[in-house]
């Protein structure tokens, strides 16, 4: 089956790959800093078992461009238990409103998009935060640069990167500031001399160096993909970001052959875990009944994985796994809130479904998502007496009520909705990647 063909195929172009990386990094030019070039295999769009196939072949460093994604995939229990030492990038453009649910992400070892000092400052905050007193580590991050000026990049304009890099050097004291990012042109024609966007990186670090007194070993230069990863690390590429090499060309939903090709840019809306047919038909008309689609994908995920006889301590873990991955995205948020941000609704992909959920169940999500971080879920449950009812409820008990919205919900029966939440250290760790409590301003 596919996954055959697939195991060889990864395992054969991850060595591939390496093996060109390293021997492009022979043929850099003596002037520059010789630090060995970090390879990251850009896994979007492509399923956990791929990225723990790359694993098994050496590869550690993985890059995401967006959140949810990289949030869904980093705390698969799947990667979770086979990769361990795991390093994963976030590559794609940052917003504000995700920095908390990104830096929630187990084993994140570099954020290569930090774009302006604003940014720079939420990162900063955020982290003194999530990372709290038991640990004194630093989060690696990157300045982003606009190289090529293109309206459609993200990045700072290439002027602004002194500034902005001394402001985070001087007054983020979370963050250690690692190098510089560009994306850079598509399509540059090399036979037409060095890319420039990489010159321009370079001498933008040339310029920094110089200006805060910085060794030029130290500060990295993150440039170079599928097409062009070579050429980069000649002229002083230390990182370099692979993806369709390594993991073959990626598909988008609804991009059918009869269909024109839509622009990345579109695309990446309707992807995700939990894709749906058409998530912006869907969007401009979640007033009508949605029960149709209502945690189709979420609910079917569960009910294969109930369905066998035996109950392993895995399948309990994906279970878990998948509910997580569900309170994550409707904490914290109020329903209003939801309904009226398109941008949440962009940014979580699968908004539509999430506005049919019921306000009770919100409640309850939002218990136990604002309880103190010691405590866990079954503790909760068993703490919540009898006789509070959500709105237009009958009068049923607390408990009962819960247990049978996960069972209508989630597929969890009951007498296992028990079972399930005392189970106290998987859950311990599947708590730990809920984002901190937004701030109410
Ligand atoms: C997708 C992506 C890559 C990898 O692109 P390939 O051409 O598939 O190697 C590199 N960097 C960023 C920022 C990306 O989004």
């Given at each position: 089956m596919w996954k055959v063909a697939m195991s060889e195929e990864v395992g054969k172009a991850i060595q591939s790959v390496a093996e060109r990386v390293k021997q492009a990094a022979s043929r850099r030019?003596?002037?520059?800093?010789s630090v060995a070039p970090r390879l990251v295999?850009?896994?979007?769009?492509?399923?956990p078992e791929m990225v723990v196939e790359a694993y098994r072949h050496g590869q550690r460093n993985f890059g995401e461009n967006y959140v949810n994604e990289l949030v869904d995939k980093a705390s698969d229990p799947l990667i979770l238990e086979s990769c361990p030492d795991i390093k994963w990038h976030f590559i794609g453009h940052l917003q504000k409103n995700n920095v908390n649910k990104l830096l929630g992400?187990?084993?994140?070892?570099?954020?290569?998009t930090v774009d302006s000092v604003k940014l720079a400052d939420k990162v900063n905050s955020s982290w003194e935060r999530i990372r709290g007193a038991n640990a004194t580590q630093k989060l690696r991050i990157m300045v982003q640069v606009n190289?090529?000026?293109?309206?459609?990049k993200h990045g700072?304009?290439?002027?602004e990167t002194v500034s902005t890099v001394k402001h985070i050097v001087s007054r983020?004291?979370?963050?250690?500031?690692s190098g510089l990012m560009t994306i850079g042109?598509?399509?540059?024609?090399l036979s037409l001399g060095p890319n420039p966007d990489f010159q321009m990186l370079l001498s933008r670090r040339q310029e920094l160096c110089e200006s805060l007194k910085?060794?030029?070993?130290?500060v990295e230069l993150s440039m170079g993909m599928s097409t062009d990863f070579e050429h980069a690390i000649e002229v002083g590429s230390t990182n370099v970001r692979v993806g369709s090499i390594i993991f073959g060309n990626r598909e988008y939903p609804n991009?059918?052959?009869?269909t024109p090709t839509p622009s990345p840019e579109k695309t990446s809306k309707v992807r995700?875990?939990?894709?749906?047919?058409?998530v912006e038909e869907l969007s401009s008309e979640?007033?009508?009944?949605l029960s149709g689609v209502r945690s189709e994908a979420a609910t079917a995920s569960l009910q294969t994985l109930h369905r066998k006889d035996i109950m392993t301590e895995r399948t309990r873990s994906q279970i878990q796994a998948v509910e997580m991955s569900f309170l994550r995205r409707v904490a914290g948020r109020s329903l209003r809130d939801r309904v009226r941000s398109s941008v949440t609704r962009e940014e979580l992909g699968v908004e539509p479904l999430l506005l049919h959920v019921e306000r009770g169940q919100l409640r309850w999500l939002g218990h136990l998502y604002r309880m103190?971080?010691?405590?866990l879920p079954g503790e909760v449950f068993r703490a919540c007496p009898t006789g509070r009812r959500p709105r237009?409820?009958?009068?049923?008990r607390w408990r009962d009520y819960v247990s049978r919205l996960s069972w209508e919900?989630?597929?969890?029966p009951p007498e296992e909705l028990e079972e399930v939440c005392m189970d106290r250290e998987v859950w311990a760790s599947l708590l730990r990647l809920l984002p901190p409590r937004p701030d109410p301003g």
């Open positions: 030019q003596k002037s520059l800093p295999a850009v896994s979007k769009t492509k399923p992400v187990p084993n994140l070892f570099l954020v290569e190289t090529s000026g293109e309206q459609s700072l304009p290439p002027e983020c004291s979370a963050l250690h500031f042109r598509y399509g540059y024609d910085l060794p030029v070993e130290e991009s059918a052959a009869n995700g875990k939990f894709q749906m047919d058409n979640f007033n009508t009944d103190p971080p010691g405590r237009g409820r009958p009068r049923t919900r989630l597929g969890i």
